[in-house]
């Protein structure tokens, strides 16, 4: 049995409408992905009270893998971010079985930096 759980989008945005300033929520994109949520959207009902990141990434019938061992688009997701101003911090979540050593997760790292740098230059040279 979960120990903490929310649900879907609908309970995260009737929280925020209940209790305004004083729910913060964690974007954890496993939980997120297992509860069948769309994570971009999963973000958007956050909104403001979004103040810390889980971060993993999937591919079809995998979860909880290093960032940028799957298909997450991290670029699109650090670019929704920022444009909705947030601010708070993120960790690279995986199960121990879920990574081989060090290197991977400094790999893991250097992608989600690379990823957050492609996402400014985006948004400071936008298309159209």
């Known amino acids: 049995m979960a120990r903490c759980k929310c649900g879907g989008i609908d309970n995260i945005l009737q929280m925020r409408r209940l209790l305004g300033d004083e729910v913060h929520f964690t974007l954890d994109l496993k939980q997120a992905l297992r509860s069948g949520a769309n994570l971009f959207e999963m973000a958007r009902a956050m909104g403001p009270a979004l103040c810390h990141l889980h971060l993993s990434d999937h591919a079809p ?26 601010g708070g911090d993120a960790v690279i979540e995986l199960y121990r079985d879920n990574f081989g050593d060090l290197a991977e997760l400094c790999g893991a790292a250097g992608y989600l930096r690379r990823c957050e740098r492609q996402a400014a230059a985006d948004m400071s040279n936008p298309v159209g």
């Open 61 to 86: 019938g995998r979860d909880c893998l290093a960032p940028g061992r799957g298909e997450f688009d991290f670029v699109r997701l650090f670019a929704q971010l920022a444009a909705g101003g947030y």
